[in-house]
C-alpha cells in the first residue's frame, strides 16, 4: 500500500519533467522534405546555388577568354572530359591504384587505435615512445617519400607506407589524449561501483575516447589523401596524382581538372562518412 | 542498536603537487546508526566529499579504521553506494544502462534488470529508459544518479552534495524526494552539503565540520517530524536549528574566508 502511494506519487512527478521533450508540432507542423522542414534545408540550397553562381561566373570567364585556357581551365571543359575519362576506364584504371594505396594506409593506420589507448593508459610506454612520436608528428613525413620508393620501389608499396606514416601518427596522438582526457569522475564512479582496472579501461575509458578516434581519422583521412598525391606525384606510373602530375605537364588542364573533381567528390564524402560515424557513435557530444 | 558506520580516529594527509603535505582530515570519529539520515555542513574545503570518499572506499585513511557492518572497509563495496555532485554518468550509456552499471560491473545485469526498472520508477524517471544524460535536464540527471545508487541495492547511501548542480525549484523537489525514497527504504544515509537549510530540512542529525583539516565540532540531532511540511520548515523550533548550526559553523566559515583573502 505504501509502496503503491509512493508509486503514483512518483508518476505525478514525472509531469514537470515531460518540459525537456522538444516542442510538438502537430497543429502547425511545417513541410517537410526527407525529414527536413523547409527551414532546415536552407544552408543547402544556399551553398547549391553559390556553387552555381561561382560554376557560372567561372564558366563566363572561360568563355570571355579573360582566363587563358592554357593554364587553367572551365566547367564546359572539363565536365565533358570527366566523362571522357569515366568512358575510357582511366578514371577506373586511376582509382583502383590510389582507392587501394588509400585503403592499405589507412586500414593500417587504424594500428594506431590500440597504440593509443595503451599509450594512454601506461605512462611508461608513453615516455618510452613520446620522442619518437613527437618527431613524427613534427617531421614533414613527404620527406621520407624518396627513401620509402628506395625501399618499397615505385608501385603500390611505397605509397601504402607514407599514406600509414602520415596517417598513423594522427590517429595514435588523438586516441591518446582521448585516454587521458576521460573524465576522472566517470572512472572514479566505476570504481565506486566495484569495477575493476579492466573494466575501467573496457566500459569506461574506451567509450570515452570514441569521439577523439573519430576526430583523429578525420584528420588521417585527410593526411592519407595528402599521401596518395604526394606519393604519386613524385614517384608513381600510376593512379590519379600520377595522371594529375602528367596532365600538368601535357598542359591538359581540363584532365587535370576532372581529376580534380575527383579527388574533392572523395575528400568530402569521406569526410562526411566520417561525420555521421561521429553522431552514430558518440551522440552526446555537441 | 549498534552503529553501521564506525569512524575511529580517522586521519587523512596528502602531498600536493608541490610535494606540500596537507592535513585534510585529523582526529575524526562519529558513529552512524541504521537506517539514519545524517547531513554533514561544514565550509567549503573542509573534507566532507573525502569523507564520502573514505567511507565508500575510494580513499584509504592514513591513520585510524573505517568500520561498516562490522567490516573494516579496504575498498568499494555493494553496501554502499556513492551518488557524486555531478551526476557521473556515462555519456554513452542510456539511463536504463547507466542505473545498470553496479551489477553489471559485477556481472548480474540480468537479475537486476527488474530492481532498475523499479528504481526507476521510483525516482520518477518512467519512460525515460531510453534517454542518453545528454537528453535530461540536471534533476533528471541526478534522479538518474539516485537510481543507479539505489539499483545497487546498498544498506548505504552515500550523497555528495547530490544537489548542488540542480536549480533551486528542483532542488526542492528533489529533497522531498530524497525524504521519500529514504523512508519507503529504509537505506541509512550520509548526506554531504554546504546549505545549512538543506541539512536541517532533511536530516535526523546534522554534523558540524570544522575548516581544514576537516573534523566533527559539533552535532545536532534535528527532532522535527517527517514529512517536513511547509508547517515544519516555519516553525520556531527548525528557525532555532538553522540558527544553532549557522552560529556554531560562522567562525569555521570565516576561517576559511580569511585563508582566502589573505
Redesign the interface.
Known sequence: M??QQ??S???S??T??T??KPPITTSSRPKTFLGRNLQEWLPTIVGIASILVVGGLWELAGQLKIIDSFVLSWPSKFIPELFRIIETGQLAADLAVSGLEFLGGFVLSLLGIPLGLAIGKWRVLEWILDPYIAVMNALPLVALVPLLVVIFGLGIASKIAIIFLLAFFTVVISTAAGVKTT?P??I?????????EL?IFT??II??C?PFIIAGLRLAVGKALIGVVIGELLASTQGIGYSLRSAAELFRTANFFANLLVLAVFAVFFNWVLTVLEKRL???KD | MEPNIQLKDINLVYKTRNGEMVDAITNLSVDIFPGEFVSVVGPSGCGKSTLIQLIDGLLKPTSGEIIVNKKRVTGPSPDRAVVFQDFALMPWRDVNKNVLLGPELRGKTNSFKEKAMDTIRMVGLKNFERKYPYQLSGGMKQRAAIARALTNEPEILLMDEPFAAVDAQMREIMQEELIRIWQATGKTVVFITHSIDEAVYMSNRVLLMSARPGRFIDELKIELPYPRTLEVKNSQLYFEYRTHVWEHLKTEVHKVYDTQAS
Open positions: 505504501a509502496n509512493t508509486d506519487l512518483a508518476e512527478r514525472t514537470p519533467t518540459i525537456n573524465d569522475s566517470l572514479k564512479a566505476a570504481r565506486s561501483f566495484g569495477g575493476t573494466q566500459k569506461v567509450p570515452s570514441v558518440a551522440p552526446w
